[in-house]
C-alpha cells in the first residue's frame, strides 16, 4: 500500500504539469496575438490536457519511481510525442475544424520543452530532499 504522501506527491507533479501545458497555450496565443478573452483558449488546452494525461499514463510518467529519475527523462519527451497528435485531433473535433499538421507538431515541441524543463526542477526538488 502507498503512503499518502507519495499520491499527494503525484498528484501535485500532475497539477503543475497541467500547469505548464495552461502556460504553453497562453505562449501559443500570445505568439499570434489572439485574445485569451471568450475561452478560445480552452479549445487547445484542455484537449492538450486530456492528451497528456492519457500519454503520461500509458507512459509512466506519473509512476513515483519513474518521475523522479533523471534517466527517465525521455519518457516525458514520448509522452509528449504520443500527447500532442492526440489533443490536435481532439482539438479539431471540438473545433468542427481540420487538424493542423504543422500546429501538431508545435506544441508537441513547445510543451515538450516546457514539460521537460518543469520535470528536471521536480526531479532535482524531490531528490533533494532525499539526500
Known amino acids: ?8 506527491s503525484i498528484l501535485f507533479l500532475i497539477l503543475m504539469d497541467g500547469i505548464i501545458l495552461l502556460l504553453v497555450t497562453f505562449i501559443g496565443f500570445a505568439s499570434h496575438s489572439t485574445s485569451l478573452a471568450g475561452g478560445r483558449w480552452l ?15 500509458l507512459g509512466g510518467v506519473f509512476h513515483p519511481d519513474i518521475s523522479t529519475d533523471y534517466r527517465q527523462l525521455w519518457r516525458v519527451m514520448g509522452c509528449a510525442a504520443l500527447a500532442a497528435p492526440f489533443g490536435a485531433v481532439l482539438r479539431g473535433l ?15 515541441a513547445v ?4 514539460l521537460l524543463i518543469w520535470r528536471v526542477i521536480w526531479i532535482a526538488w524531490i531528490t533533494r530532499k532525499q539526500v
Not at 43 to 56: C, D, E, N, S
Not at 99 to 108: I, N, Q, R
Not at 111 to 114: I, K, L, Y
Request: aromatic content about 14%.
Open 111 to 114: 510543451s515538450a520543452v516546457g
Open 43 to 57: 479549445a487547445t488546452f484542455l484537449p492538450m490536457l486530456a492528451g497528456w494525461l492519457v500519454a503520461g499514463w
Open 1 to 8: 500500500m502507498k503512503s499518502r504522501p507519495v499520491y499527494s
Open 94 to 108: 471540438w473545433l468542427q475544424n481540420v487538424v493542423m499538421p504543422v500546429f501538431a507538431l508545435v506544441m508537441m
